[in-house]
């Protein structure tokens, strides 16, 4: 199913840290993280997304090298704002850079950039990134202070952190989850005013990723811990196909 031509069509990015998870639990060379590119790209991935962590608890730097190398799709490279990372995505130069918040003790991101009060730090870091190429994106929370530093900043991209919304869902607040999603759609409409690409993503599932599929704003979805879950039970190839049609629907 494609959106028609009057609407903008929408991108699914496959995050698959969380092959590598699985890999590093046992210290194997299996699964392999671009083998589970390769799986994406075929069920109708439109990107493939990694995050290289400074403690490299998932991805590691060979496995960026490798789907550099291996993947025809466009490689995001999710990312700390620090001098190794910088030195690291300025070696591969791959086709998008987004920068998010990161903290050693976490289990996964918690929430956005805080762009408007680093805005000096973060416009030096991404210049040359810029400058070699790279989309920039930068993960924020729907306050309308990182919308507006980000753009002043110059980066191309501002990807919005949709966990709490899913969370709030998840845990019966359906009201709360209701408020959550109405802040989101405004600083949606504000970003894309302000001459931003809009992406979404965290916490995404076949039952939550429809509202946000449906704003024509939103321009990509980056989905990864869900699909590689639910592909425990029906193979990843499958469980990307899926994702794919509820976005398309979502999007008619």
Do not use: W
Not at 201 to 219: I, S
């Amino acid at each position: 199913m494609t959106p028609p031509a009057s609407r903008p069509p929408i991108r699914l990015g496959v995050n698959i840290d969380h092959v590598a998870t699985l890999r590093n639990a046992r210290g194997t060379a299996y699964p392999d993280p671009v083998r589970a590119a390769l799986v994406a790209q075929e069920a109708g991935a439109d990107g493939i997304t990694a995050h290289l962590r400074e403690d490299r608890r998932h991805i590691v730097d060979d496995d960026i090298a490798r789907l550099m190398e291996r993947i025809a799709l466009p490689l995001n490279f999710e990312m700390a704002a620090t001098d190794e990372m910088q030195q690291i995505a300025l070696r591969h130069r791959p086709h998008a850079v987004c920068i998010v918040p990161e903290k050693r003790e976490e289990r996964t991101t918690e929430g956005g950039l805080e762009v408007a009060a680093e805005a000096d730090r973060l416009a030096d870091f991404i210049a040359p990134l810029r400058e070699a190429g790279c989309r920039v994106s930068l993960f924020i929370g729907h306050d309308a202070r990182q919308v507006e530093a980000a753009s002043r900043i110059g980066a191309a991209v501002v990807e919005f952190h949709t966990g709490h919304y899913c969370d709030l869902l998840l845990e019966g607040q359906g009201d709360a989850a209701e408020a959550e999603l109405a802040q989101l759609r405004r600083a949606i409409r504000e970003a894309e005013g302000a001459g931003l690409e809009v992406h979404a993503g965290h916490g995404l599932t076949f039952d939550t990723v429809g509202p946000f599929a449906a704003l024509d704003e939103v321009r990509e979805l980056n989905i990864g811990h869900f699909l590689i879950a639910e592909s425990v039970f029906l193979g990843l190839g499958p469980a990307v196909a899926e994702m794919r049609r509820r976005m398309d629907a979502a999007r008619l």
